[in-house]
């Protein structure tokens, strides 16, 4: 049992069958026929050799399938954390080094270890810090820097820059040297890859594919556009010309072997590692639930993460660089048909006979073409209409998103997600630390209790209900006081006050102390504090402290329980004896009009 | 009305009259006498001269006079600042060189302007970011390090360090020389202070004085040790013998002018000088606010940061140090009756007076017997009581506290501060990350729906609902997911899912992306989303986007309803033709008992 948690392998290795086989096999075909101009396009974006890119998509892959709870998943290199190694392995030494390669590895191998260690000690819950609006703010500001850093490769020039201004600003300096055979192949490339991606698939249909076919051979387009590409470039000689061309992919298999261990360029990279982690559980652990849910499976994120970890630590051992669950090549398993994570070591095995056998053949492969395939992927991930929606159901989820884009763009990936983290902690904590409070009064001939601003309710002179509609914690409770401070300075006839919590779902610390001095400062100024509608497991809480005990009203069930008791005490003492004073009309036995009431809260 | 509110000094002002004129005088006299040792002291704990701690007590009182909302509020130097000037100045210069007192003069404009910006921003919510656990721990463990640093004095040794461990381990090296007559003045002081705070109250309230002037009296302690001290030392010669005594302190004012501008000096001591605001804003509102609601007065937290940033502004051209709110000081203004900002004032005046006039009679002053009232003051910080309520209400508010209290003893006030907010800010995460859900079901013979783990209620088989006791915000929204795809997973029959809503205060962006992936996996799975009981402000914010009208179901205004509405439908498909498997016993018409659910939440 024990055991099996954490190899769930075990769990669906026990029930395999020769029907599974076979459809985790064609799968398997499929994606590996895709995946291979991918990973030689995202070594590309990494500024890394291509074989780099193979590699990444051969280990990990039988990693995951040891480990992954996810039955569809499909673990490789991924646009965006290629482009975040590149920054990172960037700020270390320049592309086309031996360091350069070293530090992608040190990545993989540190941001492993990271996602492994999160994953035993259960902190997948770090992940939360980025927001929504955080990561889909990233994303397409990514997908921006990403597509431009590529029309270096379009044009047939040099450019670089890890943000959008310096690459453009590199871009303009070198673009009177475009080289025109490169762009029509990179031009065409485009072209056709646009096409196949809106026009394609209805046209497939129309000749009387499946749905489900026409999709998986759409999705096959660069793998048509990388075949014409190698055509064009060995018949028409282009690489004479000076079109930029693959030349030659080692046959090797990956050599094994972990990173030299230099402790100070460890350290330098243990940020950026952790960056690459975090933004990579997201991304995967996204994919994987939405497609768990379509078959009524799920997955478990704690060991998504030891299995995210056991990947990118067999990619740092394997000559590989950050992988992680992708959406498109995970879209396309799932839709071919794969059944169990062994269709991921299946396509593993395709893509080491692609190392062994098919590399001779990417000779003349333009870089163009690969620059084209990345454009038109990270393009689908600029969402811009997403950004409207969040403009739209919330400024301050904008302002969060906002900052995160401008920030990638102009900074780079590492401060952009920082800064979007950062500003989104201190906006919810901004948010909730003016909770939304109201003042509230009976409504007429029912027992219930509403918002005297927006219902006609009826209120009592000497009793005011105030309900709280948040959780009490450190970030608002010094708020709650400033508001029950305010109200009862306004209202000297006031004798009782109660707190209606039927939406605090908790009271930490900070708040249950702001709760006793409210009760300390209320008595001194002769007001009963009393709560009603206090949640079970709030209670339980508060009976293991003193405060129920020096508490100077009481607790009530329910509201209406809590009016009814002191409105008759008021009465009591009004119309008691020495009480000539409280008992002038308007006074606490006759409720007056909530029109009348001055406060505003 | 604009003028008054950033000038609280017109409002009461205005109708100052004689009688509130005698109130704040006498108020003030006995406030500078207190004030007097207590202001040398808090100079000598920040390794400052004496006299700083007089300066930094005459200009910050008249600014808080005409800036403060708090009418009781007594500011000046305080132990909390003192012993964070001390390490903050200490990392620039050592003490005793005049560029220690310089950064102490810069940490105070400093903090000043970061208090001045944030009143003017309105941006006193960034003072939640410090819990109730993390400033209490904190304050604990800074009572602990300044008691210990104090020792040095009243062993008559040389000591130093600021984290308890290099404060000890340099006390017990230089334990062997200690000076006899320094430490029986010491140890004098110490018991006469405590007898005084333990003994003296109760004594003079047997001898006839009321409650009031009991404690007002009894505050006055440190006064009668100084000049017992003086007499003795002067008496006996016992400054011959190895006594450290104040010797000339300036009979000046304080000297005007700002600090010399040096931008990396300032730079180098900005963090130092916004946690210094902080802590000193949070001590300073919360005495504030206590003292106002005594009265059924309020402060206003922004008018307040532009007050205290004023106060140390004017302490920084003032030859002062950093200064905020104190409790004991304002404790004593507001039991002798201070009724107006303007006992401040007067106080100043009082301090000035003493500073040209009283000075040459401190000459003999011991510092033995001003260590022995700082550490009797700090002593009462220490609230080790509290460490255990927290400890019993709270394991993650306690995780916070613990982690404070041991980084300020280990590492400092800075990194204690530092590390409590960051672990207090991971806790609240961590905690709202995993909510509260409930399966609910309903109370037989009622329109109530209850937890089904807690109540005996009915249930569905077709229809299930989860109440979601939080608001759905970034840190939670993918656990929600979770949830709900591990409910549908265990449950192949389920048609109808209904999330129940009277505790969610707010839907975040993420949130919604959440219910959107939910809406739309759920539907591929064949399962109906419904939602119940939203809050008026939420299904406001919800109307402004798509996901009503994608939401598969509806959005029913009671539980009861939904349940009403959808076990119709669901009775009408088991019954209707071509539905013979789904009309079997236990089916959707017929409502289970609860025992029965399997899944667990």
């Not at 895709?34 to 280990?59: D, E, F, R, T, V």
């Not at 970030?475 to 000297?492: H, S």
Request: hydrophobic content about 50%; charged content about 15%; glycine content about 10%.
């Amino acid at each position: 049992m024990k055991l099996a948690r954490y190899f769930p392998i075990l769990d669906w290795g026990a029930g395999y069958r020769g029907e599974t086989f076979v459809n985790d096999l064609v799968a398997a075909v499929i994606v590996t026929i895709m995946l291979i101009p991918q990973s030689l396009a995202y070594a590309l974006l990494a500024g890394l050799p291509p074989q780099i890119g193979l590699y990444a998509s051969i280990l990990p892959l039988i990693a995951y399938a040891v480990f992954g709870t996810s039955r569809q998943l499909a673990v490789g290199p991924v646009a965006i954390l290629s482009l975040m190694t590149a920054a990172a392995a960037g700020k270390i030494a320049p592309q086309g080094t031996a360091e350069y390669i070293e530090a992608a590895l040190i990545l993989a191998v540190l941001s492993g270890a990271i996602l492994l260690a999160m994953g035993l000690f259960r902190m997948g819950f770090l992940a939360n810090f980025l927001s929504h609006p955080v990561v889909s703010g990233f994303i397409t500001a990514s997908g921006i820097i990403i597509a431009a850093s590529q029309l270096k490769h379009i044009l047939g020039v040099d450019a670089g820059g890890h943000t959008l201004f310096e690459i453009v600003r590199t871009l303009a300096g070198s673009a009177p040297e475009t080289n025109p055979p490169t762009l029509y192949i990179g031009g065409a490339s485009l072209i056709f890859l646009f096409w196949v991606r809106k026009q394609f698939r209805p046209l497939l249909k129309r000749l009387g594919l499946s749905d489900k076919t026409a999709t998986i051979i759409a999705r096959a387009g660069p793998v048509f556009a990388v075949a014409a590409g190698i055509a064009a470039v060995a018949g028409l000689n282009l690489d004479a010309q000076g079109v930029k061309i693959l030349r030659e992919v080692p046959q090797d298999l990956p050599a094994l072997g972990a990173p030299r261990f230099a402790p100070d360029l460890w350290m330098q990279l243990l940020g950026s590692a952790a960056l690459i982690s975090l933004i990579g559980f997201v991304e995967s652990v996204s994919v994987g639930q939405t497609l768990a849910a379509k078959k009524r499976e799920r997955i478990d994120p704690n060991q998504e993460l030891i299995a995210l970890g056991a990947a990118s630590l067999s990619a740092g051992v394997s000559s590989g660089y950050p992988v992680t669950g992708g959406l498109a090549r995970s879209a396309v398993n799932f839709d071919a048909g794969a059944q169990t994570p062994a269709a991921g070591a299946f396509t593993a095995i395709g893509i080491a006979l692609a190392t062994v056998f098919l590399t001779p053949f990417l000779f003349y492969l333009p870089q163009a073409v690969l620059a084209a395939t990345i454009i038109v992927a990270v393009l689908s991930l600029v969402d811009m209409g997403e950004v409207i929606n969040v403009w739209r159901y919330s400024k301050s989820d904008f302002a969060a998103m906002a900052a995160t884009i401008l920030a990638t763009l102009a900074f780079g990936v590492e401060l952009g997600v920082t800064t979007g983290v950062a500003l989104s902690l201190l906006l919810h904590l901004y948010n909730t630390s003016r909770p939304h409070f109201a003042v509230v009064g009976q409504v007429p001939g029912t027992q219930h209790y509403r918002n005297i601003e927006r219902h006609a309710v009826v209120t009592s002179e000497r009793v005011l209900t105030i309900r709280i509609d948040e959780s009490l914690y450190f970030a608002n409770a010094r708020f709650l006081e400033d508001v029950v401070y305010g109200v009862i300075g306004e209202r000297p006839d006031l004798r009782h006050l109660v707190l209606m919590c039927p939406a605090v779902n908790r009271i930490d610390a900070s708040g249950l102390e702001s709760l006793e001095r409210i009760n300390h400062a209320l008595k001194d100024a002769g007001v009963t504090l009393h709560l009603s509608e206090v949640k079970g497991p709030v209670m339980d809480r508060l009976k293991r402290t003193h405060f129920l005990e020096d508490l100077t009203g009481k607790v009530f069930l329910h509201q209406f329980e809590a009016m009814e008791a002191l409105d008759a005490d008021c009465a009591r003492t009004a119309f008691g004896p020495g009480a000539a004073a409280a008992s002038a009309p308007g006074g606490s036995a006759a409720p007056s009009q909530a029109g009348a009431y001055p406060g505003k809260l």
